[in-house]
């Protein structure tokens, strides 16, 4: 696929994101972003720049929860941010979150009708779904004989050492419930409980939990099997050959993104701007292309190469999808998930 090589690429993309900004030298808005790692391709980044003489500052997080707690703690000055659809709906109930003016995004018609049926914000009033992908597992076919395509592999004691998991309570819990054949957003104690246990037997086999390094750690070898999510694995199966990407038979969080605009955004038409742009049907193909994400925007699908239309794990098979699902938020009963993710983290 035709993928710019992000995990080289990262620091350089850093670099770029602390250069003065165009206020200074050139009386240009800035635009802040606070979203993901590897998450827009450089040069839509650049061409949004060009085309509205901006600047555009990239702040990184690495878990959904690590975003909520830095905006907890007072971080501000962020114009636009990235969270997954249930830390949107988080973020809504601490009313953190300004409503969007359609007015200014007509290319809101291009969202995909369907995603947005079963969307939590249907209506986009606070949020614009941008990519969504699987959780997925990855190993080296060299390295993991008979890998049977199932989150019971995390049981394999012959890869000790060498595996990682997300260091994401919805991601590592929910993974096991979806081995208990129960759903990964259950609230229910008992199989809370259990999901735990397992995770403790999978603790006893990995390295660490964490959610950044598994990328270049697969890529390099360093790593034999991972889980993380779909585009950044497929980012960096671009430097290693050897990759295999699946998504587990029990099924696993199909999860999306949204574009949303903090109630303080200084910048709120240059964050519309933002929104619009990467909703465009040439801009979304080419980003998603470029990142290995999928971007819930029905103009933009015509624009995909059929490798990319092809792949199994951002267009699985009905009966894949149906085992799927997305990471719900958990409201008041968020303190269920975190006492036991404390045993799993204090096992
Ligand atoms: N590098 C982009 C990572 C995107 C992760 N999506 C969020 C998944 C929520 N569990």
Same mark, same amino acid.
């Given at each position: 696929?035709?993928?710019?090589?992000?995990?080289?690429?990262?620091?350089?993309?850093?670099?770029?994101?602390?250069?003065?900004?165009?206020?200074? @030298?050139?009386?240009?808005?800035?635009?802040?972003?606070?979203?993901?790692?590897?998450?827009? =391709?450089?040069?839509?980044?650049?061409?949004?720049?060009?085309?509205?003489?901006?600047?555009?500052?990239?702040?990184?997080?690495?878990?959904? +929860?690590?975003?909520?707690?830095?905006?907890?703690?007072?971080?501000?000055?962020?114009?636009?941010?990235?969270?997954?659809?249930?830390?949107?709906?988080?973020?809504?109930?601490?009313?953190?979150?300004?409503?969007?003016?359609?007015?200014?995004?007509?290319?809101?018609?291009?969202?995909?009708?369907?995603?947005?049926?079963?969307?939590?914000?249907?209506?986009?009033?606070? @949020?614009?779904?941008?990519?969504?992908?699987?959780?997925?597992?990855?190993?080296?076919?060299?390295?993991?004989?008979?890998?049977?395509?199932?989150?019971?592999?995390?049981?394999?004691?012959?890869?000790?050492?060498?595996?990682?998991?997300?260091?994401?309570?919805?991601?590592?819990?929910?993974?096991?419930?979806?081995?208990?054949?129960?759903?990964?957003?259950?609230?229910?104690?008992?199989?809370?409980?259990?999901?735990?246990?397992?995770?403790?037997?999978?603790?006893?086999?990995?390295?660490?939990?964490?959610?950044?390094?598994?990328?270049?750690?697969?890529?390099?070898?360093?790593?034999?099997?991972?889980?993380?999510?779909?585009?950044?694995?497929?980012?960096?199966?671009?430097?290693? +050959?050897?990759?295999?990407?699946?998504?587990?038979?029990?099924?696993?969080?199909?999860?999306?993104?949204?574009?949303?605009?903090?109630?303080?955004?200084?910048?709120?038409?240059?964050?519309?701007?933002?929104?619009?742009?990467?909703?465009?049907?040439?801009?979304?193909?080419?980003?998603?292309?470029?990142?290995?994400?999928?971007?819930?925007?029905?103009?933009?699908?015509?624009?995909?190469?059929?490798?990319?239309?092809?792949?199994?794990?951002?267009?699985?098979?009905?009966?894949?999808?149906?085992?799927? +699902?997305?990471?719900?938020?958990?409201?008041?009963?968020?303190?269920?998930?975190?006492? +036991?993710?404390?045993?799993? =983290?204090?096992?």
């Amino acid at each position: 696929m035709n993928r710019r090589r992000f995990i080289a690429s990262s620091a350089a993309f850093a670099a770029l994101s602390t250069l003065p900004s165009c206020k200074k @030298s050139g009386g240009a808005q800035t635009l802040t972003i606070f979203t993901w790692s590897d998450y827009l =391709k450089p040069e839509v980044k650049e061409k949004f720049e060009k085309a509205h003489n901006c600047r555009v500052v990239i702040d990184t997080f690495d878990s959904n +929860e690590a975003m909520l707690a830095k905006l907890d703690a007072g971080a501000s000055g962020y114009d636009l941010l990235v969270p997954s659809s249930y830390a949107v709906q988080a973020l809504k109930r601490k009313g953190l979150l300004q409503p969007l003016d359609h007015a200014l995004l007509p290319n809101l018609k291009n969202i995909d009708a369907t995603y947005l049926s079963k969307a939590l914000d249907p209506k986009m009033e606070i @949020s614009v779904p941008y990519m969504t992908a699987p959780t997925c597992l990855s190993y080296l076919a060299s390295k993991v004989s008979d890998a049977k395509h199932s989150w019971t592999i995390l049981d394999r004691a012959d890869l000790k050492g060498r595996i990682t998991l997300l260091d994401d309570m919805r991601e590592v819990l929910g993974a096991a419930l979806k081995v208990l054949g129960q759903s990964l957003n259950s609230t229910d104690p008992e199989q809370l409980a259990k999901a735990a246990d397992i995770a403790i037997a999978w603790k006893k086999n990995i390295a660490k939990f964490e959610n950044e390094q598994y990328k270049s750690g697969i890529a390099s070898g360093e790593f034999f099997l991972v889980q993380g999510y779909a585009g950044d694995l497929m980012q960096a199966a671009d430097e290693n +050959e050897d990759m295999r990407i699946f998504i587990p038979e029990e099924g696993t969080a199909f999860s999306c993104d949204d574009l949303c605009i903090p109630k303080e955004a200084k910048n709120t038409a240059l964050a519309h701007q933002f929104i619009d742009f990467v909703s465009g049907p040439e801009i979304a193909a080419e980003n998603m292309e470029s990142i290995g994400y999928r971007a819930p925007n029905s103009a933009a699908y015509s624009h995909l190469t059929e490798d990319f239309r092809g792949s199994e794990v951002l267009f699985p098979p009905d009966a894949v999808f149906a085992k799927c +699902e997305p990471i719900a938020d958990l409201g008041d009963k968020l303190p269920l998930w975190t006492k +036991e993710w404390d045993r799993v =983290k204090n096992s």
